[in-house]
């Protein structure tokens, strides 16, 4: 099992930054890669951004590529989601996942509790 725990989340005015926060504990060798996924109301769950553990093969989804960045810490098993240039249409809750990364992108195992993000306009 890995657990997931995120951090950051909050308010923030249109074109503000946050920057959350993901801390990975537990079997943390049975994955791969980690990323970050957000829900919005009355929508699917979607994919935002990847990384991986070893070569740090990054993949973003086109409506953050360029506002968004992703780092990882390997020695603690923290992964960040910097969010710059914010719209409100990136309100969501914020979701940390653990898994591998294959041909097709991202694939979740594991999931965090999720943390609120809203952007006001």
């Known amino acids: 099992q890995v657990q997931l725990v995120e951090s950051g989340g909050g308010l923030v005015q249109a074109g503000g930054s946050l920057r959350l926060s993901c801390d990975a504990s537990?079997?943390?060798?049975?994955?791969?890669?980690m990323g970050w996924f957000r829900q919005a109301p009355g929508k699917e769950r979607e994919f935002v951004a990847g990384?991986?553990?070893?070569?740090?093969?990054?993949d973003y989804a086109d409506s953050v590529k360029g506002r968004f960045t992703i780092t990882r810490d390997n020695a603690d098993y923290t992964v960040y989601l910097q969010m710059s240039s914010l719209k409100p249409e990136d309100t969501a809750i914020y979701y940390c996942?653990?898994?591998?990364?294959?041909?097709?992108?991202?694939?979740?195992?594991?999931w965090g509790q999720g943390t609120q993000v809203t952007v006001s306009s």
């Open positions: 537990g079997n943390t060798f049975s994955t791969s890669a």
């Open positions: 996942a653990a898994g591998w990364r294959s041909l097709s992108g991202f694939n979740p195992e594991y």
């Open positions: 990384i991986s553990w070893g070569i740090g093969i990054i």
